[in-house]
């Protein structure tokens, strides 16, 4: 692809899908929870990456990873219009206390 950060989210998010099904299939509540707070986290670092960098609607699709406590079409969609978009999203999201380090970490 020429894209090492391309590259690194294709195979992240076949991961973070694999762990996913593995946790479910656990039938583990906690397990559970705590994979789907690494997607969900994972997805966040994708989007205000993607959004500083100024990543294309492609590059989303491969990255983001379906979850259940974040709309990723919505975020998608924030992240192509930007860094603050993201910020104000998190802001109606469980995620919300994470907007400070998000600002923290410019």
């Known amino acids: 692809t020429n894209d ?5 989210a ?3 998010r076949k991961a973070y899908e694999r762990m996913n099904l593995l946790a479910k299939d656990t039938e ?3 397990i559970i929870a705590f994979v789907e707070k690494l997607i969900a986290i994972a997805n ?3 989007a205000i990456r993607g959004a500083r ?3 294309d609607s492609a590059f989303y699709d491969c990255a983001l990873i379906e ?3 974040l709309d990723v079409k919505e975020l998608k969609d924030t992240a192509l219009k930007g860094e603050k978009e993201v910020i104000e999203y998190l802001l ?3 995620y919300r206390e994470s907007v400070d380090f998000i600002k923290d970490s410019n």
């Open 4 to 8: 090492g950060q391309f590259t690194d």
């Open 10 to 12: 294709t195979l992240d």
């Open 28 to 30: 583990d509540d906690f």
């Open 44 to 46: 966040i670092k994708i």
């Open 53 to 55: 960098t100024n990543r």
């Open 67 to 69: 979850c259940d406590t």
């Open 92 to 94: 109606g999201t469980e």
